[in-house]
């Protein structure tokens, strides 16, 4: 089996700040995705990529930017932290469509 | 692009009966249709699917069925146990669209012992 790992777990950030989060998948999956959840809420796809080098807005992309450095990589910025902002950043893998495996989570507060 | 709608958004439901959760989307292309089980502090886990060459699919209590026609795709939990309890999801994916999901927003399932 596979693991995802997204760095960090906890991220807090001050208003305006400019915060990176990693994510890493062993499965081998050519597809990897960042979804914001809000408390109770949802799943909101930010970005996503097919491919090593791909990169497709999801229907939340203003304010982040993201990068696929590798098939193993993605990472997820914020370009800048808007106050009172709290959210779990998740970032899954996939191969094609099927079953997206989710990784454990970065919990984002912004002071 | 897709939208999901999924009611209700919050379900109690005794021991030992069954639970429905219903979901409708927009796009006539969407072929492929999950629904994730969330439980506390946890991630998201991919439960059950169905794709539009289907109408039902089982997978012991779990059943789906998909009515293409009416855009709607539902989840049934025949006799539920309080391990049932958590945050279900639906989601909508058009193959052409890259695998990309469209998600609901979400059931919170409560099963009262």
């Known amino acids: 089996g596979g693991i995802i790992t997204q760095t960090p777990k906890f991220l807090i950030g001050q208003e305006g700040q400019k915060l990176t989060l990693k994510c890493q998948q062993n499965?081998?999956?050519?597809?990897m995705y960042w979804y914001r959840q809000d408390s109770g809420k949802g799943l909101r796809l930010i970005y996503y990529?097919?491919?090593?080098?791909?990169?497709q807005k999801g229907d939340l992309s203003e304010g982040y930017d993201a990068s696929r450095e590798k098939k193993s990589s993605f990472s997820l910025t914020v370009t800048s932290a808007q106050k009172n902002e709290m959210a779990v950043f998740l970032c899954?893998?996939?191969?094609?469509?099927?079953?997206?495996?989710f990784g454990p989570g970065t919990r984002l507060t912004v002071l | 692009g897709e939208q999901v709608e999924q009611l209700p958004s919050i379900l109690r439901v005794q021991e030992g009966s069954s639970a429905s959760i219903n979901c409708s989307y927009e796009?006539?292309?969407?072929?492929?249709f999950p629904w994730y089980k969330q439980e506390p502090g946890e991630n998201p886990k991919l439960i059950i699917d169905i794709r539009s060459n289907m109408e039902r699919k089982q997978i012991q209590e779990l059943i789906v069925l998909l009515d293409k026609k009416a855009k709607r795709f539902s989840l049934h939990i025949t006799d539920t146990q309080p391990g049932d309890s958590a945050m279900y999801f639906c989601a909508a994916s058009e193959n052409n669209a890259g695998a990309k999901l469209t998600f609901g927003g979400g059931t919170r399932l409560t099963v009262r012992p």
């Open positions: 499965f081998n999956h050519d597809t």
């Open positions: 899954a893998s996939s191969i094609w469509q099927y079953e997206q495996y």
């Open positions: 796009d006539s292309a969407s072929n492929y």
């Open positions: 990529s097919i491919t090593e080098n791909d990169l």
